[in-house]
């Protein structure tokens, strides 16, 4: 059954192994329930393994009509008895209703006492019933142990009749509605908007064709399929059109040849191509599932139409081929789901095959989001700072803070490899105000002890700018630290603009009128607009370190540092070259008039009291 929830303590094994009772049975506490016949089951199954393992006569369990009558026609009959409130006397509900046991004895059996265990069941406060062990032999030296596991018992059956009490309550709402039970069952197992299986369907036909591939010895395979840049349409044009791009992208997977292949939808943008039977060949299999996969994302990076303009998606696909060794039904759709995350980071519009080293690096990014967590708590991020300098002078006109992690106090872990973690949650926003607030701080002090430097430059994330305290943040810093908001510089990306243009605008503007200037970081590596660019409150871009690296031996990215410098110069603004290595590289800067540059041929980053004899040095 799926989903359990394991309440099972230690005192429940005990209890389960002194009563030669199987305590997975008290782990089936909570059961995503997907039918009433499963209900039933569950009672059946567990209430003839009590009898059988205590011994007992039988059990009933009587339910107080006036609490839920409405449930009466579609409750076990066969495992409840349905009592007035009159079936316990007034003293004896009086005990129910406190939690405590009534025990009658009777007859003694081999110096041994038979007894009825009544304990009560609740909703909430109230007393809805009682649940009766009848011909419970208390013996001394087991009394407490087995009246524990029947308590246990009680607590199991109440839950999950509160639980099934809520399934059977809207089977039976739509049984009034004159709803078919067909209509039940396409709200159980598909999705309401697209019509295609839901999750709960995909992981029951996993496990059965799982196990099917595996007797006949064939291979299938999972296509894990995420939307690409579906989330920018649907946060600009509403959510009415975004899905209707999900019921077009339905309609277009249906459209796969083989009638018997399944097909469901997750939720949101995610949705699972099951193929059954491939072939008895794993490389024939792979060929078969890539050929459909490159099929599918053809399919769904074509055009739709919306009011008379065409919309762009695509889609990244991760497969996983099944059975193999040491896998399991269960692993599938978290392989599958690895792979296509792969698929991602490698460009998007992609397919990628899972394999054991994108499972060790899923496993290795887990464990660094979860030590991340509580690296601020930990004083293990600390910041490097490095020089920007006029491309003409060479004097230091500022420099720009960047984070490093020293993992428990010892292993560097590069930015590269952490800051894309921090940026898919919302841990990007706490580290981005712990920079902001630590580099304005050290910019600060610097002053106080006679370092010049001019500005200060601090890398926002998109995620923190679109916070929805992101100003507030802002300002809050400048004023704990004392920080001259004109010395200020804020550098964001492309994105962020590109994204939420009006909000990024308002955001930009608002800060700006107190002195806070910005930069335009990574300019040209990304979707370059120029009609953003001329509303941007940016006194500033930054070329990416991409085209800087290969001058002078690149002539195509020599040119294009020459038109983005004289598009600047036409729109006023300054700019930096990030990544200048070289004498050469620099030279070149020099002759296009580029304002700053940055880079290994002037300083690499340097800790803040590194930073401050360099200076020191420059200036005399």
Not at 426 to 437: A, E, K
Request: aromatic residues 8%; hydrophobic residues 45%.
């Amino acid at each position: 059954m799926p989903n359990k929830c394991n309440i099972t303590t230690s005192d429940d094994a005990l209890v389960a192994y002194s009563a030669h009772l199987d305590h997975v049975l008290l782990q089936l506490t909570v059961i995503d329930w997907c039918s009433r016949d499963e209900f039933i089951l569950f009672f059946d199954r567990l209430i003839e393994t009590t009898i059988n393992a205590l011994n007992l006569v039988d059990i009933n369990i009587h339910l107080f009509t006036d609490h839920i009558a409405d449930l009466i026609p579609l409750l076990p009959q066969y495992l409840t008895s349905i009592e007035p409130v009159d079936v316990f006397s007034p003293a004896e509900l009086t005990q129910l209703q406190l939690r405590s046991e009534l025990v009658q004895k009777s007859d003694s059996f081999e110096g041994a006492s038979i007894v009825k265990l009544v304990l009560p069941l609740f909703k909430g406060d109230d007393c809805i019933g009682g649940i009766n062990f009848n011909g419970l032999v208390d013996i001394d030296a087991h009394s407490i142990t087995l009246r524990a596991f029947c308590r246990s018992i009680a607590t199991l059956i109440q839950r999950n009749l509160r639980l099934m009490g809520n399934e059977l309550r809207c089977e039976l709402s739509m049984a009034t509605a004159n709803q078919s039970q067909g209509d039940y069952y396409r709200l159980a197992f598909f999705d309401s908007l697209t019509g295609l299986a839901n999750r709960r369907l995909l992981n029951q036909t996993i496990e059965a064709q799982f196990e099917l591939a595996k007797n006949n010895q064939v291979i299938g395979a999972i296509l894990f399929i995420d939307l690409d840049f579906f989330k920018a349409i649907n946060d600009s044009l509403g959510h009415a059109v975004g899905d209707g791009i999900l019921v077009e992208v339905a309609k277009r997977l249906q459209e796969i040849p083989r009638q018997e292949d399944f097909i469901a939808r997750l939720g949101g943008d995610e949705f699972v191509v099951l193929l059954y039977d491939l072939s008895e060949n794993p490389m024939h299999a792979e060929q078969h599932a890539n050929l459909l996969a490159e099929q599918l994302i053809e399919r769904i990076s074509e055009p739709y139409l919306y009011k008379g303009q065409a919309l762009y998606i695509g889609a990244s696909i991760g497969i996983t081929l099944f059975p193999s060794k040491d896998q399991r039904a269960d692993d599938l759709l978290k392989q599958a789901d690895t792979a296509m995350y792969h698929a991602k980071s490698n460009g998007r519009k992609k397919v990628s095959f899972f394999d054991v080293k994108m499972q060790r690096k899923a496993d290795k990014r887990l464990h660094i989001y979860n030590c991340l967590k509580s690296a601020i708590a930990n004083n293990e991020l600390f910041l490097h700072y490095q020089p920007q300098h006029m491309v003409q002078s060479g004097e230091i006109i500022g420099v720009e803070a960047l984070v490093r992690w020293h993992l428990g106090g010892k292993k560097l872990i590069s930015p590269d490899e952490f800051i894309p973690i921090a940026e898919e949650t919302d841990l990007i926003i706490d580290i981005g105000i712990w920079v902001l607030q630590a580099a304005c701080r050290q910019f600060v002090e610097w002053q106080s002890d006679g370092i010049a430097v001019p500005q200060l430059s601090v890398n926002v994330s998109t995620r923190q700018f679109h916070d929805q305290n992101f100003v507030d943040s802002v300002l809050m810093v400048l004023n704990e630290t004392g920080m001259d908001p004109m010395q200020l510089n804020l550098e964001i990306t492309e994105s962020v603009v590109i994204e939420h243009a009006e909000d990024a605008i308002r955001k930009m503007t608002e800060l700006k009128y107190i002195g806070v200037s910005f930069a335009v970081d990574d300019f040209g590596a990304g979707y370059s607009s120029l009609s953003y660019l001329k509303r941007l409150p940016a006194s500033e871009l930054k070329i990416d370190r991409s085209f800087i690296q290969d001058i002078p031996y690149n002539v195509s990215d020599m040119a294009i540092v020459e038109a983005v410098l004289a598009m600047a110069k036409h729109m006023d603004f300054n700019v930096t070259a990030e990544g200048v290595e070289s004498r050469q590289q620099l030279e070149f800067l020099q002759r296009q008039q580029c304002s700053f540059y940055q880079g290994f041929y002037a300083s690499k980053p340097l800790t803040a009291e590194l930073l401050a004899l360099y200076v020191k040095r420059l200036q005399g």
